[in-house]
């Protein structure tokens, strides 16, 4: 759609942009803490807490107080047609419905509640329990309503295959091995505990209930030539762990891998007793240390489960406390966002704000080993991870942001040694810099947490229905570490020229990019266009023209820009959905890279004054950041904040 109405009034937004900035700017600086780091809440569905209360039956620790005030949360979070969502207006997903139901029930709601004979009879109708993903029918495995048989069989000794070898962990992406690994002692040894209550009223029975579901378009032609290949591997897995346990050798061995498991999953355990950070590998290990013998009392397992309390956020509600879990907290990402978009506004580089955020980032460096030496054995250590703790999987995104936000801060420069000179950069910054460039893939992109993680082989195993399993590069990411580069004057470099190339050749036909962590087409484009000019690409040459033309021609009538999360699955959506502050300001970001502000920019610039709230952030329910394109999405608080403070700030320069 193009925008009419929204460019042809309201003159220069110029003296808007100059109000909202100050009061963004104002609200930003307000949220920072003590220690000079920021943090937003990091929302998701309603699974982290059906799975929270699932985890403590499991271990039966689950207590009446946390279970009711979860309860509340999630049926706060029930849909008019009974169903829970993915994310904010998305349709029903059977899965996380079916999780939800479940804690409800534990929660204590009975079945013939209205509201729980509505979910139940959506779940019916849309093929019950069957019809539910890999990871639902484990947790009800779990608990003895559905068959271990009749789930995908992942063997433990996977442990030993050697990271040259297909199917290795190492094949997966970080936050998948991490998963794999646990679930792979859990299928092994199959447990069974009990609930206080029976199923039956989400089943749907007799030889013609629906099957899984069908595979994701994207992924059906690529999977098709290799369904009877793992099927037949995975009916093979299945008379192995029936039969094949039964001699001493096989048992043998069977011991020594669950070991070995063991092991891989005590020696990644964070100190705040988390697993990298994120829930799934966080449970998961939990679970599988505990059937190992790890009891309650093992400092593992204590240091596991005390650790998901700062994951925990407790609020009052209108019918009593409500009790909601993060999958994960981003402090790394959040600060070093908030330090761009201050300097962005005009901050100088010595604000104490900037220092304060400067000394924090600065020990958050992490300088030991880490998985991603296996695939760079040669690469010495640098740059942050997103959390608060997780010293084993430093990612590239937040190691390029970081470069970016801390070169230009008075703690990011040093004084020439014992003579006046220019400073020179901190350390830390060009040791960030040596290990993104040596994460640099072979293609010439880069993505999150490894270099050439693409064996796509993974993806088609009859376990993966479910989430990304790899991180082969993105264009966000390229972006991200592109800018990084050519702001440090390495634009020339040869990882910085391969990454212009595999930018350009990435570029969609409609002249946007695909955002991997972010929603989606306009925050590809809004992240690629302003590396690709900092890269020295002419602004005239025809791929950020195309971009241009793009961003232009899906801005909504009021002058925003907003895509709805259902272009993951349709890009005929790209670019379509109603303006979030966040979004307009990725659009933004690229429109100002691009040139001086046309109306179109006017016009965003003219949106983002007109929509901030008296306290200077913007209200944003949408979900516009990724965790799993097309089953997994997060909404960041700080989005709505950090990004439209960069985008005005930018702007008001470019009118000085």
Excluded at 156 to 167: G, K, N, S, T, V
């Amino acid at each position: 759609m193009t925008v009419t109405h929204a460019r042809s009034g309201g003159g220069s937004a110029l003296s808007g942009a100059q109000s909202a900035l100050a009061s963004a700017r104002d609200h930003l600086l307000r949220l920072q803490h003590d220690e000079g780091w920021w943090q937003g809440e990091l929302e998701t569905n309603v699974t982290m807490d059906a799975e929270d209360l699932l985890l403590r039956q499991f271990l039966g620790i689950r207590t009446e107080g946390e279970t009711a005030a979860a309860g509340r949360w999630i049926a706060s979070k029930q849909r008019d047609d009974g169903t829970w969502a993915n994310f904010f207006g998305g349709p029903g997903n059977l899965s996380t419905t079916v999780e939800a139901y479940v804690a409800l029930r534990l929660a204590g709601h009975p079945p013939e509640a209205p509201h729980m004979a509505l979910a139940a009879a959506w779940i019916r109708a849309h093929g019950g329990i069957p019809a539910t993903r890999v990871f639902t029918r484990i947790w009800l495995a779990l608990f003895g309503q559905w068959s271990w048989d009749d789930l995908p069989v992942m063997p433990p000794e996977l442990i030993y295959l050697p990271a040259w070898f297909p199917l290795n962990v190492y094949d997966w992406a970080c936050w998948a091995r991490q998963t794999i690994v646990p679930l792979t002692v859990v299928g092994s040894l199959r447990p069974v505990r009990s609930l206080p209550f029976g199923l039956d009223e989400i089943r749907v029975p007799g030889p013609d209930a629906p099957g899984p579901p069908a595979r994701k378009p994207a992924q059906t032609a690529d999977r098709t030539g290799w369904q009877s290949v793992f099927g037949g591997l995975d009916r093979g897995l299945h008379v192995f762990e029936r039969y094949g346990q039964r001699t001493r050798p096989v048992r043998a061995v069977r011991r020594a891998a669950l070991r070995r498991c063991a092991d891989w999953i005590i020696a990644r355990q964070e100190q705040d007793g988390c697993w990298g950070g994120i829930q799934p590998p966080w449970v998961y290990s939990l679970i599988a240390l505990h059937l190992l013998g790890y009891g309650l009392s093992h400092p593992v397992i204590r240091r596991g489960l005390a650790g998901l309390d700062r994951f925990t956020i407790t609020e009052d509600g209108p019918d009593g406390p409500v009790r909601r879990l993060e999958a994960c907290q981003s402090p790394v990402w959040d600060t070093v966002l908030a330090m761009i978009a201050l300097e962005d506004a005009g901050l100088p580089p010595d604000h104490p704000a900037l220092n304060k955020a400067a000394d924090w980032l600065l020990t958050e460096e992490m300088p030991g080993p880490g998985d991603w030496q296996v695939r760079r054995p040669w690469l010495n250590p640098g740059g942050w991870a997103f959390e608060f703790d997780n010293d084993g999987y430093p990612d590239i995104d937040d190691t390029a942001e970081a470069v970016l936000a801390l070169r230009r801060t008075a703690r990011g420069n040093q004084p020439a040694a014992g003579a006046s000179g220019p400073p020179t950069r901190h350390p830390a910054i060009g040791r960030g810099l040596r290990w993104i460039t040596g994460m640099q893939s072979r293609d010439g992109g880069w993505g999150a947490f490894d270099a050439d993680n693409t064996s796509t082989i993974v993806t088609k195993l009859p376990f993966c229905d479910f989430g990304a399993v790899i991180d082969p590069p993105s264009a966000d990411v390229t972006a991200h570490v592109v800018e990084a580069l050519a702001a440090e004057g390495l634009a020339g470099s040869r990882a910085a020229r391969r990454g212009v190339v595999w930018l350009l050749r990435a570029q969609e036909k409609d002249g946007s990019w695909f955002g991997r962590w972010g929603a989606n087409y306009v925050y590809g484009t809004g992240a690629v266009v302003p590396a690709l000019i900092a890269a020295g690409v002419p602004a005239s040459k025809p791929a950020i023209r195309r971009a241009v033309a793009w961003l232009e021609s899906c801005q909504n009538p009021d002058g925003g820009w907003g895509e709805d999360l259902r272009s993951y699955n349709d890009p005929g959506l790209a670019g379509q959905g109603p303006s979030t502050a966040s979004q307009t300001a990725w659009a933004l970001l690229a429109l100002l890279a691009a040139g001086p502000p046309g109306p179109a920019a006017e016009a965003g610039v003219r949106w983002l004054a007109t929509h901030q709230r008296p306290d200077g952030t913007w209200d944003e329910p949408q979900y516009t950041g990724t965790g799993f394109p097309r089953d997994f999405y997060i909404n960041y608080h700080l989005y709505r904040l950090v990004f439209p403070v960069s985008a005005l700030g930018r702007y008001l320069a470019g009118q000085s």
